[in-house]
């Protein structure tokens, strides 16, 4: 800011000096203590002005090393395709928390706001003042704890606080500020939530006088599976969540608005009644596991590719040991390629049988992920260059590496994939 102040101000110079002769007041440029304020004042707030306008505009170097593409019309798309399918009393809550599964909760968030978003969902009091900081307007419900040393911060920055249970309730009732809160219910998850049997005690949490209660929630554990099996536990966990609504109604207790649904909810139990519901991994484009059933298929576009360079290109001899552990030792004379990116940057460490693309090729990853690097085999590819872009997830050409399989090479599911996606990676809109 201070490079764009020092070519500012000989412009301001000019501007004041013109100002004072259209006004007929050459005082505002005899006096040298008025003159300099005047021009210090003015550089400095047409220089801020300067850099928040421009403060979304990308870089030019952020192609450098390794980076992450997030297509934000993809984005729209997913997030009109789900909404369509919601009921018109049904607000969309869209679940920004992790940093948006890793692709940027404040762009995406932003992209959404003007999309007519108004509810979002985060895990934690930092996550919900990152995104007021960044002017994200409407509603922002905190999922988690948060310490009782922060509570003064919910309301300075207009935000709802999950109660997690009474006793936690009582807590934010004695911090005697009004907290906006949502209860959450445990109907059958066992991880947060007042059981859904204690009745007088959930009663009490509404008519406890310092909170504002808004909103009364729960979450399906298994709605990501159509087993017979899954499919009665999560009937028996919507029929808690609205045995419980039903009998606070029934005490002459107004039912603040409720929502149970989240991405797998909308798609597997559509006929359920909420104010809201909570989506997260379908905004991203994708499903959680290749295993996981839905009655409501959905056109979801993936937002995010992970791209990367290559460093160096050597020839090993065969038998030869590769990387760290010497965990691979190729049977034949082979060529590899060291790529600018590993698991600091989120790649599964325990990829097995995967390959990254490279020029539309596949090119099988070898020996062990390394926290900055990692091997590729190039042997039956040619013309390839030290710098070449290189695809770990995404679009090449042709061919996709997507996210469901990527996760399913390291054994985990698709939310900790692009939620393991270090902030060293740089971030591209497109």
Known sequence: MSLIIYLIHPLVIVLIRAFAKIINNEYLVDNNLVFFVLVTI???????????????????????????EINLKNLQHNYQEIK?????????????????????????AKTLQKLGCNSYAVASINEAIELRKARIKGDILILGYTSIN????????????????????????????????HLKLDTGMHRLGEDYKHIKTIENMLKLPNIIVEGIYTHLCVADS????????????????????????????????????????????????????????????????????????????????????????????????????????PIKD???????????????????????????????????????????????????????????LGVDINKEISALQLATSANIITNELYSRLGERLNRIYV
């Open 150 to 181: 922060d509570l003064y911060k919910l309301n300075k920055y207009n935000l709802i606080q999950t109660a997690v249970d009474y006793n936690y309730a009582k807590q934010l009732n004695s911090f005697n500020n009004n907290i906006r809160t």
């Open 226 to 329: 159509l087993s017979v099996y899954n499919i009665k536990y999560s009937e028996f966990q919507i029929e808690n969540f609205y045995q419980v609504l039903q009998k606070l109604k029934s005490l002459g207790l107004k039912i603040p608005k409720h929502h149970i649904q989240s991405s797998y909810g909308v798609v597997n139990y559509p006929e359920l009644k909420c104010d809201y519901a909570r989506v997260g991994i379908f905004l991203y484009g994708s499903k959680s596991q290749v295993k996981d059933e839905v009655k409501i298929e959905l056109n979801l576009k993936p937002l995010l590719s992970v791209k990367a360079r290559i460093s160096a290109i050597k020839k090993i001899p065969a038998h030869q040991p590769i990387g760290y552990g010497r965990k691979h030792i």
């Open 334 to 392: 082979s060529t590899i390629a060291t790529l600018t990116i590993g698991y600091a940057d989120g790649i599964p460490r325990n990829l097995n049988n995967a390959y990254v693309l490279v020029k539309d090729q596949k090119a099988p990853i070898i020996g062990l992920i390394c926290m900055d690097q990692m091997t590729v085999d190039i042997s039956n590819i040619n013309n390839v260059n030290q710098g070449d872009i290189v695809t770990i």
């Open 84 to 108: 369509n399918i919601l009921p018109n009393s049904c607000e969309f809550m869209a679940v920004v928390k992790a940093n948006a599964y890793g692709h940027g909760s404040i762009k995406v």
């Open 42 to 68: 003015l550089s400095i707030f047409i220089s801020y002005i300067f850099c928040k306008i421009t403060e979304d505009k990308q870089p030019q170097n952020l192609k450098s090393r390794a980076w992450a």
